[in-house]
């Protein structure tokens, strides 16, 4: 029988005919919270959306395996409905189309018929009392007009309607005051400790460490140049807050 978890081995992307990712060896377990930290240019949205099947990032070598199934050779959109979930950077706004159709949409999408109309409303209205959201949310446009907590927040709607194996939140701090995170962080710890997120892997990806003040990691990836350099618990992220990427380059660099 296959292992469980979302694990990649050895895998190689590039982009515009440059090589991003130079061999990435991760394993993010069921139940788990993993983060991956690691300064600008990195390559950590490289491989966000090489997992998902962006057609611009083309992997090159290596593999990546969603609880034995190998994502690489499905669509996009077969890999959402395996189990993957991304966390966008930055999310599109859609004037024209209401939230509550847009969300509608992507459970049929991932499940479809699985939930007659009123029993998916029920869902949404459940969902969103757990996160504190008004009602009135369902009926504005997809991130028009919103502000940045108001769009990681709808995310984590998306993420409590979809219930999926594995969620990739890419850099969900950028652009967020500190009352804006720590909402994003407790509806991140209310889904976790909800049936919809129990047993679902995470993977955080950011550069500063200040959203692992509020969701504690069991391990902490960094990433320099397209490769995990060093892994280790929460005190690694302590220790990139007290000094910083450029330590870790010259304690990298003297070891090679």
Known sequence: MSEPGLRIVDLHC?????????????????GKVHA????????????AFSLTGHPQYEITQGSARLDGEDLLALAPDKRARAGLFLSFQYPAAIPGIKVANFLHAARQAVRPGDLAPAKFRALLMEKMDVLGMDPSFMGRYLNDGFSGGEKKRLEMLQLAVLAPKYAVLDETDSGLDVDALKDVCDSLTALRAGDEGRGAGFLIITHYPRILQYITPDVVHVMIDGRIVMTGGHDLADRIEREGYDTIREEIAAIA
């Open 14 to 30: 590039r982009v515009a005919g440059k090589e991003i990712l130079k061999g990435i060896d991760l394993a993010v377990e069921p």
């Open 36 to 47: 991956l930290m690691g300064p600008n240019g990195s390559g950590k949205s490289t491989l």
